[in-house]
């Protein structure tokens, strides 16, 4: 069972950066798909960014954070971060790293989604808070 560790949350005021991290255990990172999707006090959970295997070739965003926030992947250290930049107080939530479902991409036909059940492993979620 791999484990997904997410670092890097905090409170920033409005306009500010943080940058999450996202340890993932295991072997084969390289070979899975990874997201980040959030949610917010009184809401559902939400996509925000997904990066496909290998070397990340494929990237998808929200609308509501492209342009604004960025993923990557460093294999060699078994992580993936979540870099935001010009933060807004709606961007506060609970960020959590999620590992794409094994084997599954070839049999949907997608190196990335923005579908929850797709992913089946989930870190513990890190909070992040915007002030205004």
């Known amino acids: 069972q791999v484990q997904l560790v997410e670092s890097g949350g905090g409170l920033v005021q409005a306009g500010g950066s943080l940058r999450l991290s996202c340890a993932a255990s295991?072997?084969?990172?390289?070979?899975?798909?990874m997201g980040w999707f959030r949610q917010a006090p009184g809401k559902e959970r939400e996509f925000v960014a997904a990066i496909s295997n290998g070397s990340g070739g494929t990237t998808d965003y929200a609308d509501s954070v492209k342009d604004r926030f960025t993923i990557s992947r460093d294999n060699a250290k078994n992580t993936a971060y979540l870099q935001m930049n010009s933060l807004k107080p709606e961007d506060t939530a609970v960020y959590y790293c999620?590992?794409?479902?094994?084997?599954?991409?070839?049999?949907?036909?997608?190196?990335?989604?923005?579908?929850?059940?797709?992913?089946?492993?989930w870190g513990q979620g890190t909070q992040v808070t915007v002030s205004s």
């Open positions: 295991g072997r084969m990172f390289s070979s899975y798909t």
């Open positions: 999620t590992r794409y479902r094994n084997g599954y991409t070839s049999y949907y036909g997608e190196s990335v989604s923005r579908t929850t059940t797709r992913y089946d492993q």
